[in-house]
């Protein structure tokens, strides 16, 4: 069965800061890897969608790489900024029905 | 504007009672799941549906039904709710399973059952 785990749990930085945030998933045989934002009391935003022949996916200011023969993904946020605050999930599309999320990377960029 | 509508937002309910939280979506999207949210536990995957009248269960499809009559509504019925069902629900869309096009997702239904 599928598991998804994310480091760290929580996260605090200083603005400006770049930062990395790990993703790992224990069965290769994967369809594609998303990134998703979710503010407090709001629904998931996605961020970034990696196809299982992808090395990686850029959007602005953030960058996912995927390693699937090693069963990892990273979230790169250059310059991070307070508006950045949010919970980071991801989410691997096993054989393209079924999504299991990781529990969550809470990240507080202050001012 | 492309979105994902849930309905109602917040329910506070009692055991047994009968309730249907509903889903619909204006992309013309195949692809529709249900989700629950728990602290510490994530979301999981309750339910979902490859298409009109097709329809699987996710990790935690328990105490939970579903119907897909149409393309645009995944409703979510709780025949006879419980204490435990009380979470953060969440539905989804995309174009497909394996379009590798990204999930949509609803604002949430808080469902508080006492």
């Known amino acids: 069965k599928q598991e998804v785990t994310q480091i760290p749990a929580a996260l605090s930085v200083p603005e400006g800061e770049n930062l990395v945030l790990n993703c790992s998933f224990t069965?290769?045989?994967?369809?594609?890897l998303q990134w998703f934002r979710q503010d407090p009391g709001k629904g998931l935003t996605s961020l970034l969608l990696?196809?299982?022949?992808?090395r990686e996916q850029t959007s602005g200011r953030l960058n996912a790489s995927l390693d699937k023969s090693s069963g990892r993904s990273t979230l790169y946020i250059a310059a991070s900024q307070p508006g950045d605050s949010a919970t980071y999930l991801c989410?691997?599309?096993?054989?393209?029905?079924?999504?299991?999320f990781g529990p969550g990377t809470r990240l507080s960029v202050l001012p | 504007e492309a979105q994902v509508t849930q309905n109602p937002r917040y329910l506070i309910t009692v055991t047994g009672k009968k309730l249907t939280v509903t889903c619909s979506q204006n992309?013309?999207?195949?692809?529709m799941s249900w989700y629950r949210q728990d602290p510490g536990l994530g979301l999981r995957q309750i339910y979902y549906?490859?298409?009109?009248?097709?329809?699987d269960k996710g990790d935690v499809p328990e105490g939970y039904k579903v119907s897909r009559k149409e393309k645009r509504n995944f409703p979510l019925i709780l025949e006879s709710p419980s204490p435990n069902q009380t979470s953060l629900y969440f539905c989804?869309?995309?174009?497909?399973?394996?379009?590798?096009?990204?999930?949509?997702f609803g604002d949430g239904t808080r469902l508080s059952i006492l």
């Open positions: 989410a691997v599309d096993s054989y393209g029905q079924n999504f299991v």
């Open positions: 069965d290769s045989a994967i369809y594609n």
């Open positions: 549906s490859m298409n009109v009248e097709v329809t």
């Open positions: 989804a869309s995309s174009l497909g399973a394996i379009s590798n096009q990204p999930q949509h």
């Open positions: 992309m013309n999207h195949e692809y």
């Open positions: 990696i196809q299982s022949s992808q």
